[in-house]
């Protein structure tokens, strides 16, 4: 059974960096897209960034030029380097993953870690 698991979140104050971390074990299976979202209290869960396995990364606006993601393939792992943070990036952010699995047939099914908290305080 895959499982991914997270790590990197914590306290920081506004202008500081943190990295996260994603990685994915268990199962045999490829990476189709790996990615990080987050969830404000009140809000809805966003695309924070994506990134295939081919490497092809994708951002939303409000971290582009401040966050960059990354993937170690040969560990089937995903970063998400985060610079500049600001109080408005304070959420839980829940890695994904999008993987083609090997069952008795190979299939495409979405994981979820369990998240981790980001906050950016004073």
């Known amino acids: 059974q895959v499982q991914l698991v997270e790590s990197g979140g914590g306290l920081v104050q506004p202008g500081g960096s943190l990295r996260l971390s994603c990685a994915a074990s268990?199962?045999?299976?490829?990476?189709?897209?790996m990615g990080w979202y987050r969830q404000a209290p009140g809000k809805q869960r966003e695309l924070v960034a994506a990134i295939t396995g081919g490497g092809s990364a994708n951002y939303a606006e409000f971290v582009k030029g401040r966050f960059t993601i990354t993937r170690d393939i040969a560990k089937n792992t995903v970063y998400l380097q985060m610079n500049s943070l600001k109080a408005d990036d304070t959420a839980v952010y829940y890695c994904n993953a999008n993987l083609l699995v090997k069952g008795r047939t190979w299939y495409n099914t979405d994981y979820w870690g369990q998240g981790t908290q980001v906050t950016v305080s004073s």
């Open positions: 268990g199962g045999i299976f490829s990476i189709n897209v």
